[in-house]
């Protein structure tokens, strides 16, 4: 196991992978930008490194500035968390030309499933069913026209670099989709520096279930099962749950087939998720693969038992798998909400501000994985994630009622939170009866 690593990221991630580290008896390095300078996770680390002012592009997506920590502190491995240099391989590869391990895939597989459209080709050659669409980057417009004439409106444009609900449009009609190749072209170059978009055909009414696969560097592979994610909000997911309502025992079966057989196309080693989308006819299509801890592992861990953080530092250190795929057994179910920071009075903008009072929930079967205390101040340089509440009960008709009852317990002043958005969709019915569908919360709001 490693003597010391460096932890490239802030907030609840930093927090999750330093306790981690301290119960395996790791050192820990934690990286912090000024607008970071009291933050919790700083208090629990061994050393801490100041890589620069609050914007992200000058701290925690600033390469040479976190690999000269790595070399000042002396670390063996860095540890990327979620979101920032987590899927870049170029930082992957520089790690490696400096001798410092990255936790998580090789540079060649994060480059192949890095990109949408490799991703897919990828699957589709593994025999693992993608939405049908164009075999490739789109560049020019009556090439989308055709592709999306002969699939059949709604439509999708993706960003082939996309991630975190950037870069997506829907096109209902040759109009929407020329105004909507622009809008995801020029979105994604704001945002990954590559406009490269591709179309698909859009699925109505689909769930988003993904599968946790884990391979360790001797070349086994297994899956964790998988999480529902159809509660989101512009494309991004607000609530996870496992198991899935949604799925069979067969159907798990299938799925978690589909994921590994993806996943060992790529020649994936570590933690990833395998996202697809699950049609009301029961068809499933592959998305994309996240390589990467998810923000929903936490879900995971409940129903498996296991400490997923724990098991990335193992494999990266070169330890076999414990668990044969016939040793993993889903227990109860879990839930997750992301306690954002936003004002639901404001179509959720995101609400920097000071924290007066933070009081999270506790009892039986309840977890808060969060960086936040009172009087802690909200930077408007990050992304809005104050908590994430998890509860895990023996069925879902407990954990709702136990996910109700800590969100009631939640009590955070000073900035507005997504809290009572939670409450209202956890006593409707059709979440209660699991017959919800991505477009769900967005429905609800729009008063549908
Ligand atoms: P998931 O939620 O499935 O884990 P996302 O793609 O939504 O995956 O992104 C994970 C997290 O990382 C989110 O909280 C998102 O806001 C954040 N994130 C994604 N890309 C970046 C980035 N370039 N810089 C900072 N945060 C990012
Ligand atoms: P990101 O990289 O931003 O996470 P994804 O490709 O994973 O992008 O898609 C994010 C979400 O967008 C999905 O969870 C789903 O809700 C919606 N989505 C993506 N592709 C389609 C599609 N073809 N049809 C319907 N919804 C889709
Ligand atoms: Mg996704």
């Known amino acids: 196991m490693f003597n010391r690593i460096l932890v490239a990221n802030r907030g609840e991630i930093a927090l999750r992978v330093i306790r981690a580290c301290q119960e395996l008896g790791i050192q820990t390095v934690a990286v912090y930008s000024e607008a970071d300078k009291d933050a919790l996770y700083l208090r629990l680390a061994d050393e801490t490194v100041c890589i620069g002012p609050g914007p992200s592009k000058q701290s925690y997506l600033d390469i040479p500035r976190i690999i000269s920590a790595a070399e000042i502190t002396d670390v063996e491995a860095i540890h990327p968390g979620y979101g920032f240099l987590s899927e870049n391989a170029q930082f992957a590869e520089v790690c490696r030309s400096c001798h410092i391990q990255f936790i998580g895939p090789s540079p060649e597989t994060m480059r192949k499933l890095g990109d949408k459209v490799e991703a897919r080709k990828l699957a589709r050659e593994a025999g693992v069913p993608v939405v049908p669409g164009s075999p490739g980057i789109v560049v020019e417009e009556a090439e989308a026209l055709s592709v999306a004439r002969e699939i059949g409106y709604p439509v999708m444009i993706k960003a082939a670099s996309g991630g975190g609900g950037r870069g997506l449009r829907v096109a209902h009609n040759d109009a929407s989709l020329s105004t909507g190749l622009r809008a995801a072209r020029s979105e994604a170059e704001a945002a990954f520096k590559k406009s490269g978009v591709y179309v698909e055909k859009y699925i109505p009414r689909a769930r988003h279930v993904e599968f946790q696969v ?82 929903e592992h936490p879900v ?142 967005e429905t609800y709001l729009g008063g549908g």
């Open 214 to 295: 884990m391979g360790d560097l001797q070349g086994r592979l297994i899956h964790l099962g998988e999480r529902d994610c159809s509660l989101q909000r512009r494309h991004q997911k607000l609530v996870e749950e496992s198991p899935s309502p949604a799925l069979t025992p067969e159907a798990r079966q299938r799925m978690g087939a589909a994921a590994l057989a993806v996943a060992r196309a790529a020649g994936y080693t570590h933690l990833g998720t395998a996202e697809f989308l699950l049609a009301p006819d029961s068809q499933f299509y592959f998305i994309e693969m996240n390589c990467r801890i998810q923000v």
């Open 300 to 441: 995971t861990e409940m129903v498996t038992g296991l400490d997923l953080v724990k098991e990335q530092l193992r494999i990266a250190s070169g330890e076999s798998l414990r668990l044969a795929q016939e040793d993993v057994r889903l227990h109860g179910c879990a839930i997750e909400c992301r306690i954002n920071a936003e004002d639901p009075e404001n179509d959720f903008a995101p609400c920097a501000g000071k924290v007066s009072l933070f009081s999270p929930p506790g009892g039986p079967g309840t977890r808060v994985d969060s960086h936040v205390h009172s009087g802690y101040t909200v930077s408007p340089f990050y992304d809005s994630l104050l908590a994430k509440l998890i509860v895990h009960r023996e069925n879902r008709r407990d954990a709702i009622a136990a996910m109700r009852r800590a969100l009631e317990e939640f009590v955070v002043e000073g900035v507005k939170t997504t809290i009572p958005l939670y409450l209202e969709l956890f006593g409707h019915t059709n979440y209660i009866t699991g017959d919800v569908d991505t477009t769900f919360v």
